[in-house]
Structures are given as C-alpha cells and as structure tokens.
C-alpha cells in the first residue's frame, strides 16, 4: 500500500477563495482524521470519521471548514472562504480501528492564505 | 480536563549517549499511550504504544518507553542515540472519556 495520500502537497491561495483538501487512506482503514498543525497551536484534531461517518468534529474551527467522506477511500476538507489565519499543515490520518490503534500520516498539505 | 505535557521544548544529546524524551498525562480512566516521531516535511510516524501488559514497551528503531501508571509518565528513550534520531517527537494519549491528544512536541537534537 502507498500509504495515505494528500493532494496537493503545497497549496497558495487568495484570502476569500475556496481550498480543497483531497484524502486518500489506507485500503482496509476505517478510521479518518483530519489534523492542523502550527508553530502556535501545535497539532489539533479537526474530525474523525469512523465507517465514513463523522464521529467527532468538535475540533473544526467554524463554519467555514467543512469535511466529507462520500466513500471508505476518499475525503476532503473544505475551507470557504480562506483567511490568512488559516495557513497552516494540513494533515490527513488513517488507522485501522479509532482512536486506539496507530495512525499513519499522509506527508500533508502546506496552505499558505495571502 | 484531559491533558498531555511534554515539558522540554528542545533535548541535546550527544552521539552514543542515552536519550530520554519525557512525557506525563492526565486522563480519566485508562489511557492508551503512543509515540509519534516527525522529520522535517514529513506526517507524523507510529513508534510504539502501550495499551496494557508489561510497562516496557519496544518499538520502531530502537526505542522503548516505560509506563509508569504512578506517576503518569510515559517517557521515550534509547540506550544509544544516532544523529539520525534528530527530530520532533510527540506523544500522545487516548481514553475512553476522550478522544485522543498530542503533546506539543519536543524536538530532539543528536550531535555527532
């Protein structure tokens, strides 16, 4: 397996456009989390999906961020409109069974909002 | 409150010396233990868990942590350090009452 897949891997863009963070996991995973990380906040869980169902997305920041997991091998992050604030890496994670077992990372998504 | 303190920012050691990375938690019922490692421009990689069974845990390249239920640590170490070990660690915990939290990092220095 390749691991889990982020695309793109850089992305910049114009405070008030759309981004879309795309998500491939592990084949067999059933467990998917979308983190942020910043030299200020470190890394912060933004959802959990488990069977494609969000579980938990107490960790979005506001509506303006949104995700979705339409089947068990894709998903995406939504951020609309982008605000500068929102520059950060973007990680995606998969495990094989929830918050218990071990998460693999996908190399992340570097947004810059200018 | 749930919680995670990894309370050095920054650990220097020297090539061949043993390493300890400290890690202390704070969660209601039993937790489950993990430690992350991260290279620059790269996500996050498992190195080892506790769950239950023996305190000492073994895991990816050479490092082992101890679970210490006591005193609520969970500390990374390696008998030896390589220059290669260079990087961020994060530790992180899980219990049933929560859903799973990192450490803010600490970054590990070998030098030759």
């Known amino acids: 397996d390749a691991g889990v897949i982020q695309s793109p891997r850089h992305e910049v863009t114009e405070m008030g456009q759309e981004v879309t963070l795309r998500c491939k996991p592990i084949?067999?995973?059933?467990?998917l989390f979308w983190y942020r990380q910043t030299m200020m906040r470190g890394l912060e869980l933004l959802i959990y999906?488990?069977?494609?169902?969000?579980?938990?997305d107490s960790g979005m920041p506001e509506d303006r961020f949104s995700a979705k997991m339409p089947n068990a091998s894709f998903s995406t992050l939504k951020i609309q409109p982008s605000e500068p604030r929102d520059s950060a890496v973007y990680f995606c994670?998969?495990?094989?069974?929830?918050?218990?077992?071990?998460?693999?990372f996908g190399q992340g998504t570097r947004l810059t909002v200018v | 409150a749930q919680s995670v303190a990894q309370p050095e920012d920054q650990v220097n050691v020297a090539e061949g010396n043993p390493l300890t990375v400290k890690c202390t938690y704070s969660?209601?019922?039993?937790?489950?233990l993990f430690w992350y490692v991260q290279y620059p421009n790269r996500g996050l990689q498992f190195l080892l868990k506790?769950?239950?069974?023996?305190?000492l845990v073994k895991g990816s390249y050479g490092f082992e942590a101890e679970f210490n239920k006591s005193q609520t640590s969970f500390h990374l170490k390696k008998p030896s350090a390589l220059v290669s070990d260079s990087a961020l660690y994060f530790c992180?915990?899980?219990?049933?009452?929560?859903?799973?939290?990192f450490g803010s990092g600490t970054r590990l220095s070998i030098r030759p």
């Open positions: 994670a998969s495990s094989f069974r929830g918050w218990n077992t071990e998460a693999f």
């Open positions: 084949s067999g995973h059933n467990s």
């Open positions: 999906f488990n069977n494609n169902v969000p579980i938990d």
């Open positions: 969660v209601s019922g039993n937790p489950y």
């Open positions: 506790y769950i239950t069974g023996d305190n």
């Open positions: 992180a915990v899980y219990s049933s009452a929560s859903k799973i939290i």
